[in-house]
Each structure stands twice: as C-alpha cells, then as structure tokens.
C-alpha cells in the first residue's frame, strides 16, 4: 500500500509550489515509509511514498514507459501482472514491480485497458505527449482516491483527503470502477458487472465452482516478496482466508524467502468472543498465533487519531477501526508489511444479521447489491485506512472480481436464510467449505454465528465508548445538534462525539460530504430499516441491535450438513 499525490494545471509551479506538493506529499508518508518520489513537468506533479511489497529493490516510483514519455504513480497491487507482460513482450520493462504494466498498458492500448486489470489500485498517469492525464479506481474501491479542484482550477488526486483538503476548494471520493480522463473530459464507468443493475439472478447454486474461484482469490494474493499474515477474529470470513492461505502457503514463493509456518493475528479485550474462537482456529491450523490485546481505556485515547487517518466520523466505522488501528501498530512491530483479511462476505452473501428480516429473495439481492457498492465507503475505508496507517497493506480476497462474480450470480434464494432448511446466515459459503474428507474448519466454527468486528473484539467496547461519549457530549448540546450539524445531524452524543473530533481535522463542507448519512440498524442500509417496524426504535449499528437474532439459536443444526442438490432444485 502507498500514498500517491498528482496535481495537473497549476498557475504556478514555481520551486515553491515544488516545496508544498512535497509537504503535502509527506501527510501520506504512514502509507509509505520505504521511499518518496516526485516527478515534475511543467505544471504537472505525481508525488509517491512507497510501501514495498513486490519488488523491494527496483520498484520506486513514479515508473515510466520505455522513453519516459509516459509517467505513472499507482496504489495497489496488479495480481495479473505477470500474464499482462506476456502480453507486452514488445515492451522493455525497467523494474520487477507489479504496478509498471500500466505504463505500458497505456501505451499499447490506450484508456481503454482499466479492465484488464485484476487487483486493488488507484493511480494517476501522465501522457506528457499531450500533456493529457487520466485516473482511476479498483472496481469497489478497495483502495482509496480522493478527486480535487484547487482555486487556480488545478485538478488533484490523492489516497487519502488530508493530502487535498487544504488546497481545494471543493473534493470528493473517487467512485470506485470508474476513470477521469482529460481527453474526454470527466468521470466515466470502466467496471459494468451484470449484478449493478440489481437484476435478480437465477444460476443454480454450484459449491464447488464457488469454492474453486474462491480458493485463486486468496492464493493470488500471496503474491509478496515481503512476510506476512492473516488477520484472524475466529469468525467464518477470516477463518476461511486462514485455512486456504495454510493450505497453499507450503509451495508458494512466499514460503520459500519466509517459511511455510502461517502467522496469524488476533486482537481483543481480555475473555472476548473473537480472541477466544481465533485460538481454537489457529490450534486447528497450526498457525504462528499473536494474540493482542488492547484496553478499553488505550481505545478511547486512540479515538482522535483514529479519526483522523480513517477520515470518517461513521459510527459503525470508527468502532471497529479503533482495535484494528491498534492491531496494526502492534503488526508492523513485528516486522509484518501485509495481511490478508475477511472483509466483503457479508455484503456479498447477506451475513449481517438483519438480513434474517429480509421480505423475499428481490429485497435480499438488492440490499446485497446495495452493500458492494457502499463497501468503499465503511469495510474497504476502515481496512485500508487503518492498517495504513501503520505501513500494513490489507488484502481483501472476498472482493476480488472473479469471485464476487460467481458469488452475485447465485440466485438469491440459497442465500435466504431458512431455518426450516438448516440454513443460518452465509449458509451457501460454509456448505461450499463443509468437506467432509478434508476439513477446511471445525464445523462448529465453520457455523458459528455471524459476530461484527466491533461486537466481537469484547461486548463492552461498545459500552464504553457510550458512556465516554455520555460524559464528553452534555444533555444541552445534543439539542442544538440539528442547528450545529444541519446535515448528516448526529442523532447520539457518541456520533455526536465523533463528529466533533472529524470537524476539528476536516471543517469544509466537502470534507462532510464524503460521509455517507442515514439511519441503519446492524449495519443496514436506510432501505433495510423498512423490513422490521420494531428497528426504527432501536437504531444501531451494533450487530447486537438486531433483537432476537443474535443469540445461539443454532446449535441444533451446527453439526448437520444439510445436503442440497446442484441442479438447481430448491
């Protein structure tokens, strides 16, 4: 993971403005401590702080095209770049990094070759030919990209807001799949998937075909020349991530330059939900296990620095961006650079609890839908951002394009959960694991009910940080909330708080804009409230909140495989 900072058409681009563009440029420097670039041309700059991964040796950037005539400055990582080169075998490459087949790309097929790509990224590149430029996004936004515009009518990109803030007069979010490009003038879609436009789909289930695809998702990120991990909380989406990652790690490269023992990686208050189960999967695996622990007290001092690399005041986001945050400093202690993680499942396949309160199999896949399209904006936000800012780059195999394909595919109803059939929450994702010959999980694992980051790292997290926000936040202020902060008003003193300390950090109203607003319950969509009268008393975006649901209501069925045919059939 880097930190990428381009500005194009500045009035002035004087050594001063030189000066500046490195200053901002060095905000970004906690996503890449390795090394910083700068390139100059004309009134044209592409800044970079590099976190080496692949390549650690040659792969500085910005990188270049052959006669340097085309200059590039990328987040992320391209997991295809290997078979891209094939494609370039015209080309002479300068480095062994994963990101400089864009350059090249660019040059052999213009704009159009976003959609080749096949990993997380953001970046900027400079055709100095004609002094036009283009940008773009991975297809969810794993990586993050924020679009500016200066007084002068410069146009800024940068990884995180801080870089931007202060020197444009309005900013957003870049929509992840998308590209900008000078030429043609504004925002356009690359990444058009048939599950957008929220059409249900009706392909018969197939477990093996989703385990399959699965399985290339997590082994293509182990593409690393540095050590790494797996962040494992002891639920089904990491669980899975640390048993596939353990099971191909022996014969993979990385194995070769750093062992073949997995290490895995654990945070929780003392006796919480997630330390506990996470041991007992790590014991299974044989995994190199870190079990961390944080205090409530060390969270609560965290909060302001939290907010401030994570650039949100989401309520939902910042609880469970504060034990990760934690996590990663402790991480990078331990000489760790990049962590596979479990986010993106439950958007993908209705784990969120509220989702037993779905109507019908349309409500079901359109508030799946819903979910992928926000995740850039809460799970992808809170996993970049709070291992960056620690030097840690988080990858995500559940996003990945291929799989979330095959996932969205799925007709929707063998995702509904039905409890007649024996089928809980992510039923269709732990059949697909369930092998009886070759076990990936224990099975009381591989069903054990869905828990939220922020309610599993220890119930009274949660607690707390109300009752912190109760004594900071008087009676009197919350009154005045709706005069104070017209939009998105804070409708608790702990998102009250929140937005307090976001305000002090980022006061424009740009800034407030890029925070999503509506009511949710468990993490729902505002759309979602609508299925249960009852929520819209009880909004909260603890997974506790949706009442009579989080329970061990399944232990009847936790040791039965309920056996389904693949043709189809319901």
């Known amino acids: 993971m880097c930190g990428i900072l381009a500005v194009f058409g500045c009035v002035d681009h004087s050594q001063a403005k030189r000066a500046r563009i490195i200053e901002l440029s060095r905000r970004l420097r906690h996503r890449g401590p390795d090394w910083s670039g700068l390139h100059c041309h004309d009134d044209c700059f592409l800044a970079h702080q590099r976190l080496a991964i692949v390549d650690p040796t040659s792969g ?12 590039v400055t990328v987040n992320g990582e391209i997991y295809n770049h290997k078979q891209l080169r094939q494609k370039l075998s015209s080309h002479k490459f300068r480095t062994g990094s994963d990101c400089e087949v864009i350059a090249h790309l660019y040059e052999e097929y213009g704009e159009e070759f976003v959609n080749m790509l096949d990993g997380m990224f953001a970046f900027v590149l400079l055709d100095t030919r004609d002094k036009s430029f283009i940008a773009a996004r991975d297809a969810i936004g794993i990586t993050p990209l924020y679009l500016g515009w200066g007084h002068d009518g410069s146009t800024w990109f940068a990884s995180e807001m801080k870089a931007l803030s202060d020197d444009c007069e309005r900013f957003m979010s870049f929509p992840p799949g998308h590209i900008y490009s000078s030429k043609q003038g504004g925002l356009r879609r690359w990444y058009n998937p048939h599950w957008f436009s929220e059409d249900i789909p ?3 289930y197939d477990p093996i075909l989703l385990r399959e695809t699965f399985e290339r998702a997590v082994v293509k990120r182990m593409m690393t020349d540095v050590p790494f991990g797996v962040l494992l909380s002891g639920g089904l989406d990491s669980s899975l991530v640390a048993s596939v990652v353990n099971r191909y790690l022996k014969e993979s490269e990385a194995a070769r330059q750093w062992g073949s023992q997995l290490h895995t990686f654990c945070i929780g ?7 506990k189960a996470a ?7 044989g995994t190199r296990h870190h079990e961390l622990y944080f205090t409530v007290q060390e969270g609560i001092d965290a909060l302001e620095e939290v907010i401030y690399h994570i650039e949100t005041y989401d309520v939902t986001t910042i609880r469970a961006s504060t034990p990760m945050f934690l996590m990663s400093r402790k991480i990078k202690a331990l000489g760790v650079k990049m962590v596979l993680s479990g986010e993106g499942s439950d958007e993908i396949f209705g784990g969120y609890l509220y989702f037993h309160k779905a109507p019908n199999k349309k409500e079901f896949h359109e508030e799946t839908c819903r979910k992928i399209k926000a995740l850039h904006l809460y799970d992808c936000l809170r996993a970049n951002k709070s291992t960056a800012a620690w030097g840690v780059e988080a990858r995500v195999p559940f996003l990945d394009k291929e799989f979330i394909d095959v996932a969205m595919s799925i007709d929707p109803e063998w995702k509904m959960i039905r409890r007649d059939l024996g089928r809980i929450e992510k039923w269709v994702l732990r059949n697909a694991f369930d092998d009886e010959k070759n076990p990936y999980l224990p099975k009381h694992i591989l069903y054990r009910q869905k828990e939220q980051f922020s309610d599993g790292v220890g119930y009274s997290w949660i607690d707390a940080l109300k009752d912190h926000a109760d004594k900071q936040v008087p009676d009197a202020t919350m009154l005045a909330a709706n005069f104070i902060y017209p939009e998105n008003t804070p409708t608790t003193k702990e998102g009250y708080l929140y937005r307090t300390i976001f305000e002090k950090f980022f006061p424009k109203n740009a800034a407030r ?5 509506g009511p949710s319950v468990a993490c729902s969509t505002a759309k979602a409230v609508e299925w249960d009268a009852s929520w819209s008393k009880n909004l909260d975006p603890s997974g506790r909140a949706a009442l009579g649901v989080h329970e061990a209501s399944y232990e009847d069925v936790v040791d039965t495989k309920i056996d389904q045919p693949k043709n189809g059939s319901l």
């Open 279 to 285: 041991k007992e999967v790590a014991d299974y695996l």
């Open 202 to 204: 009706s392909t018969p």
């Open 513 to 517: 804009a890029t925070v999503p607003g």
């Open 269 to 275: 208050l003392k006796g919480s939900p997630d330390l």
């Open 60 to 71: 500085d950037q910005p990188l270049y095209n052959e006669d340097k005539t085309v200059i």
